[in-house]
Each structure stands twice: as structure tokens, then as C-alpha cells.
DNA sequence: TATGAATGAGTCTTCATTCAT
DNA sequence: TATGAATGAAGACTCATTCAT
């Protein structure tokens, strides 16, 4: 809870990126329409008009978080997959891992339901989803694996299919977290399913 | 005289399922929030008063949706497992294959998702879907599963991520059906996935 | 007061009527922006939501207010002054009366007060009103004006100002009456207005 | 180093006037309710939290506003009259031709349609205009048109009705000024009318 | 003296629900 | 059984007002 004193504190730099972080939170749990922008508010720790002088409107704060939550991720892996070199093997085992802990931290999952959630109401941000996460994500996992089959390591294999097969079991672990987990008794092991997963996946691509 | 039939023809049986279908597409669409009750009754050919006949409300109709939907699915499989015997490798292949093709036609696809986006509104639904598709849908997964390793097709391997590794493709194909689908240029191959992943996934798995 | 009997009785044809006459009494109270959609409800004889089932919103209602009002009562006037043979003198002298009897009765009055006061947010109503109320009155005004001067019963005299000098004291009256007449210790004699207006206008137009 | 009087210049006693034109002229196109104290405020080159240390709210401004806008004007008619001495006809000329000057320059026009359009709202100022201005107007031109009778340079007429007469075309100047003039293709003559006014009406009163 | 970020009461608008027909 | 006009609670948004700087 935050000290009860400076209701009236003055932040205007900081106050964006709260307000994002705090409707991040509110939309998972609620979706779109039942957030309410008092509830989004009250976890930023200001009152309804201030959003609004930030934003345009709930539409505009749901748009900028989707928006704004693209490059941090996806940037982050690029740049350490540029630095790195091994065999398509050792790549795709470090791509998956990176990728599998920027889902099981953080509030990333989340987004993922949202755009699922919202895709009706907003095709548009579904849209941008698609090609800006999805087929950017999708054509580097690609590159690996054609690098792979290339070099002899992995069986010739359609990789369309392959591609999507190496990303199903952290699509799953997303959803599982943010949906399915808070019913778990004991806390599901992640890692032990990517460990799981990329043992029988390089097994199964094997030559 | 014309026959008496017209508007008001009473049709008090086929009225319940009738809503629901409709319930089921405007829901998928829109989200819980978003639908709004004359969606609805206009999908079902029916005025907004009439639904109230059948359901004490809109959440009634959601939660009939969800619960409603169940049986049917597993069910069928369940009947169709019974009256199969043969090894781990067919049973699995055989059991994937039926479940693919739930998904990938009719309109269950979008339920998933539904409750997805809703897990935060209604969690008693999502602990529901939790106990009675999820963890069931997860235990007959494990017993062929297990089955496998006792018979020495498959390696040893923990049967918890096991599992998920098996059906985390068709979670993803049903997600991409009812989300991203409907940017694709061309239609995409999702039979060619599931055989795809269950030559991976068999060699994978294999000792 | 209304019978307190029937809160919800449905009459479909009656409502927008009764919504416009309510919506004009509140807005010459309280222009545009002070009116609240409730006061209008209320004063109807409704509540809120059925004004929306009628009107796209308060915006709606007030244009369809200042449309609705236009020919009802210029109609009347020109059907009155087509069965109408006479001196230029006698049609004047009709054309004011009716003129003048229409201000004052009724709530006819106040929408002159309404499009003054809002001419500056919506400026296509006051274009609106200029075009089809003020031009054409002062159209027909100037016939009959031109025609007394053709005739020798009127001196010859810039038609434009002297049209605006027939309305003029109209306008006061209108003015009068829906702004300052409710301070009044006695009420003013409209009707002596208009007598004494035609006899110096007669005498002042003569040759 | 720079000349320190820059922004936050001390221009104590030159504000209040400032913000009472730049209010003078959102209110007559916005209305009361509809001008926005940002709206003022940016009018008068300032921001919003110093119109507050000049008034104590909206209210307070509109006030000041109406009410100081009294004396000026009518003063300086008063003024000019006391130091005039002619027949009741030259006195009459001189007024109206002083009024009229009033009303087609500068902003005070507006204040009248700002008046009407607020005297709902604001009962009390319609009332203070009624009395300050109308009526002590009224009482002006009754001694002229009185005078004019007893002179015999007049008829004889009911007094009350014939300063309304005398006003009428006035107040038409104002409201058309000041409401429909935006719409003119070519502008009006607004001398023209007032000559001609003179011209119908000294003819009409006279004996 | 001046600023402008922050507040929160007030309104429009939507829509689930009711009920007379 | 079916309709759809009417209701009213709920929520997005505005803007007059406050106050830390």
C-alpha cells in the first residue's frame, strides 16, 4: 500500500508506463469490456481523469499497451541471438529457453490472452499481433531450422509444420500460466517441460 | 385459412439449443462483455424477451454454453477409445487424430477461447473446464502414455510434460483457427501439422 | 400530476412527440448544454433509456426539435395567405396579426431563443433556420411590400430594411416574451404592440 | 543575461480585463455551459489556475462579465444626451444613431444573446439586465417620445408601446449581427436600415 | 504571480432485465 | 409462447476546481 501522504504528487513522466502496467494487470483479469478505467486507475494509484490526460480513452490505453509491448520482447531476443554462434541444435535450445522464460516471467503472458480475447472486437490489433509477433517469431524460428536441415543435423521436414511444433509446448505453458495455473496444488515445472520438450524434439528431428 | 403455424409457432423444445448456438457464436466473437443479448436473440431468430424464457439471464446462457459442451466431446472420444485396441503408438495417433479433428471443424474451437477470455470474470468456469475437459482430457493422454513405456514403445520419460508435449499442437491449432486464421493468404494445412507432429513426436519418443 | 398508475405504459406512436414538446421547454430553460437528458425524461413522462429507443442521442433531439418545428408554421401562414385577396395595406396588416399570433402563443417563441443561444455550436442549425425561416418569411414579407410600392399604397423605399422594420417589433414580442415578460408586474399588451406597430408603420410607409 | 520580464510578468491589474474579454467572446459563441475555462483561459494568453486568482470560479466570471459591461455603455449615452438640446425629433435621431453605433461596433452585441440565452440559468442577471439596462433604457426613450408629445411633434400614442418601436430595429441589429450575419453573401447595411428606420418612424409618429 | 497535473462530481449513453400486450 | 417498449443501474468521459511547484 503507498504512503497515504501526496495524493496530489506530480509525475508526468512517470505516469504513462504506470498506467500501462496497471491496465496490463487489470485487462488479464477482466478482459477489455469489464475493465473498468476506475479499476485501471486504482492500481496506477491516480483517479479516472488522469488517465485521460494521457490517453485518449480506454481504447487508446488497451492499444497502446498491445502496441508498446512488441519490441521490448521480441527486441531483446534478436539482440542476443545476434550474438551468438553454435550449431542450429545448441541455437534452437537457446531460442526456445529464451523465449520460454520471457513467458514464465513477467506479465508478457498475459498479452496473449488479451489479443485471443479481444480479436473480435479489435481485428486490427489482432492483425498487428499476427504480423508483428507471430510471422517475425515464426521466420526466425524458420531460419533455424532450415539451418538445421541445411547443415544435416535435423531430418528434412516441412517447415511450416516444424516451426510451429517447436513453439506449441510455450504457447501452451503461456496459457497454462495465465488461465489454468491458479488451480494447480502444486506449481506446474515450466522448465521442466521445455527441458522435456526439447529432448524429445531434437530426438524427433533427428535424422 | 393459412396454417396456423407462422411467427408464433411454438417450438419449446428446440428453442434452448437453438439460443446457445447462436449464444456460442456471438461469444466467440465478441467476448462475454461484448455480446449483447439482442446478438444473441437476432442470431437465434428470436427477440431478446424470448431468451429470457429459456435462461434466467445472460450468464445463465453462458454457463450453459460451457457446461453444455462438454459431454459431447469426450464422450464421443471416450465411446470411440473403448472399441480400440492395439498398441501405444496407434492408440496415440489414433487418439490425437480424433481430437484434431473436434477442433478443426465445427465450432468448438472458439469455446476454448471463450473461456480463456473469461477465466477472469467467471473462475468457477475455468476451474470447471479445469477439472472436467483439461485434467480429464489429461489423465486418458497419461494412460496411453503410460501405457507406452510400460510396453517399452516409448522412452521413460515424465508423463506430466509428456502429455502436454502430445496435445500442445492442437491446443495450438485451435487457437489459430479461431484467432489468426483469418489473416492467412492461404489456408493453413492442419492435418499436415498433426502428421507432422506425430512423426516427430513417435520418434521423439521412441526408446 | 401524471396518474401514478401505468409506469410502463407503451405508446409507441405518442412517444417521440411527447419527447420533443418535453425537450423543448427544457432547453429554453436551460439551453442545450444545462438540459439533462433526465430533466427531458422526466418532463416527458418517461425515463431516460426510452428517449434513446426515439433519438440517437441528445444531439438528435435537438435537431429533430429545430427541423420538426419549421413548416408547421410557416405552412400555416402561407396556406392562410394564398386564399388572402387585398390591398398590399390589408395583406400587411393580416400577415403581421398572423404573424404575431403565432409568437405569441404557443412555445414557438423559445426556439428563437434556442437557435440564438446555439448558433455558435451548431452552426448548421442557425444556417439552417437563416435559409428556411428567416429568408423565406422575409421573402413573402417583401412581396407584399413590393407590391405596395407598385401599387402607390407604399412610398418608394429600400424593400431589404423595410421588410426588417415590419418583423422587427415581432422579434421584440418573441424576445420579450421568452426572456424578460417573467419579471413583469403587469403583463405587457402584446396585441397593443402589434396595433400601434401597424398604425405608425402605415402612416410612416404612405406616400 | 535576459530581460527578466518574460512570462511570469506581474500584470496584476491589467489581467482582470483581459479575462473578461477573452470570456466575453467564448461565451458568446459557446455559450455559458459550453465555454470551457481552458477556453477562456487561452483567450487570454494565460492558463487556467490564474483565471482563479482573479474570480472565484466560472460563475463568478460570467457575473462580472454581465455586470460590468452596464455603466460603460449607457453611461456614456447618458453623457452625451445632457449636453445635447434640440427638438424631440433631433434628440430621437441622436439617440438611435448613438445606440446603433453601440450595438454594430465592437463586442457588446453578443452580450444581449448571451443574456437571453442564460437567463434559465441565471434568473438573477436577466433580472439586473431587465432593470439596469431595459428598463432604464425604456425610461430614457420614454421622456424623448414624451417630449416629443407634448411638443407636439408626435402623436399622441401609448408611450410604451411606441419605445419598443423606436428599440425594435435595434434589437434586430444585435441579434442579426450577432447570430445570422455569418451566413451573408454580402454584408448588411446596418446604417441603411437605421436611416431608414428613422425615416418610416418619424413620418409614422408625426401628428 | 503563474503554472498545469491531478482530482472527482456530474452527464451522456449503453444494455441487461422486466412486463404489459 | 413470443414480443418489444420501457426501465434503471453501471460505466466512459468531461471539465470546473484545487494545489504542489
Known sequence: MPPPQARWARRKDARPAEIL??????FA???YAGA???DIAQAAGVTKGTIYLYFDGK????KSLVRDSIGTALAGMDEARKSFHGSAKTLLRFALN??????????????LKIILSESGNFPELARFWRSEIIDRGLARMSAIVELGI????FRSLPV?????????PLLLSAIWRSTFAQFDVAPYDYQGLIDTHLDVLLKGLAP
Open 98 to 111: 529464451t523465449i520460454a522464460h520471457l513467458i514464465t516471467t513477467g506479465d508478457r503472458a498475459v498479452l
Open 150 to 153: 541445411a547443415q544435416g543435423e
Open 36 to 38: 473498468r478505467m476506475d
Open 59 to 62: 481504447e487508446a490505453v488497451f
Open 29 to 31: 483479469v477482466k478482459g
Open 160 to 168: 511450416e509444420h516444424a516451426v510451429r511444433l517447436c513453439m506449441a
Open 21 to 26: 502496467d496497471a491496465a496490463l494487470k487489470v
